[in-house]
């Protein structure tokens, strides 16, 4: 094909080329032994029974159109979380409610504000908008909220925070959240990605509704993928305020949830035991792991999160990569983070004991050798 030709076709809008697809964490490795998946930070004691029953029900439906106002999810979510029902809208993954925030919200011209280490998706979502990422970086692995505010401009449209953080599992307390507000013109909309809420044990930690519920120019997203174990669902929702709520409604696909997702998702918020037994599984396991680490001499970012951001030293034999390449070879799949900035480091979910064991013991070889 010629230029001529070339340019002749239909173009996708300015910013779709700029994005940089995302790539998932491998989920196999195309060997027949045993493999752990610990790079796409699943749930290892996985979906609560009670939500399994509840999908299992839906095959009696599939021939009808799912809820589109998701009456049983938002019902359950709002009584679950003491919200209002009204200003909760659910979403396919968390991913496409922060989409449909940056088509509603930006246009050709307009900034959106996030870090380095933030998650991927702000970047990819703000582009295919037509608008320009503005990066900042963080001060180390902690989101710098005065960089932040040095930032913004009369442009700046959305400043997306990931609280706690991935791939740093660091958080901001609330204080902090509440100096990054104070500080934005109120035409700015402040969305804090809270995918990992539910792990944290800090009591100066908080998610963001009361802050939702004060103010006009805040939104919280969460999650089912992470705590509930659902993420082949796609299950995500956001509490804010009317107006956007109102906005986003608009421009979201009308059955933008599936009748399985809202029957699963509205059972499992609803199961207070296993969202219990889940934290405190990974509150023990991070612990454990964290120590194990740091006996082999690695550097491990201190997390509030179901995963661990590990340091490998910079030398060519056991780098990150090395490292990475040398646990697959016994079945451990971790994630590389170079393109969170984290060239030197691997993500590590937290897994099932038989996996956080096998990890070290490995890592133990792999360091002596
Ligand atoms: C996993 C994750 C999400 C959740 O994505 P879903 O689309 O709901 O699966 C959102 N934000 C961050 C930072 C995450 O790590």
Not at 340 to 368: C, D, Q, T
Request: glycine letters at 8%; one cysteine or more; a negative charge.
């Amino acid at each position: 094909m010629n230029d001529f030709e070339k340019a002749q076709r239909p173009t996708p809008k300015a910013g779709v080329m700029d994005i940089a697809a995302y790539v998932p964490g491998k989920a196999t490795l195309g060997g027949a032994n045993k493999v752990h998946k610990l790079s796409a930070n699943e749930s290892p004691l996985g979906a609560s029974p009670h939500a399994v029953e509840a999908y299992r029900t839906t095959e009696h439906y599939l021939s009808s159109y799912p809820d589109g106002e998701v009456m049983a999810l938002r019902q359950a979510i709002a009584e679950t979380q003491g919200l209002n029902i009204e200003n909760i809208l659910c979403g396919n993954g968390s991913d496409e409610l922060l989409g449909l925030l940056c088509q509603t919200y930006l246009a050709a011209g307009d900034e959106a504000v996030f870090t380095d280490h933030g998650f991927l998706i702000y970047k990819i979502q703000t582009l295919a908008a037509g608008a320009k990422p503005v990066i900042v970086k963080e001060n180390d692995t902690v989101i710098d909220v005065d960089a932040v505010l040095a930032a913004i401009t009369d442009r700046t449209k959305i400043v997306f925070v990931t609280n706690p953080g991935n791939p740093t599992g660091t958080y901001l307390p609330f204080a902090e959240i509440n100096r990054l507000h104070a500080g934005l013109p109120k035409h700015v909309l402040l969305v804090l990605d809270a995918a990992y809420a539910e792990y944290v044990r800090k009591n100066d930690y908080e998610a963001g509704v009361a802050l939702v519920s004060s103010s006009d120019n805040v939104v919280m997203t969460r999650t089912f993928s992470k705590i509930h174990g659902l993420p082949a669902l796609r299950i995500g929702w956001m509490y804010a305020p009317a107006h956007v709520t109102d906005a986003v409604n608009r421009v979201r696909g009308p059955f933008n949830m599936n009748s399985a997702a809202i029957a699963a998702g509205a059972a499992a918020i609803r199961d207070r035991n296993h969202v219990q037994a889940s934290v405190e599984f990974n509150t023990q396991w991070s612990q454990w792991l964290s120590e194990a680490f740091t006996k082999l001499g690695l550097k491990v970012t201190p997390s509030v999160t179901n995963f661990l951001l590990v340091h490998f030293p910079d030398t060519a034999n056991k780098s990150a990569a090395k490292a990475d390449e040398y646990l697959q070879s016994k079945g451990y799949i971790l994630r590389r983070v170079t393109s969170y900035g984290f060239p030197e480091a691997l993500r590590m979910s937290i897994g099932s004991e038989e996996a956080n064991r096998g990890v070290i013991a490995a890592l133990e070889e792999f360091l002596k050798s």
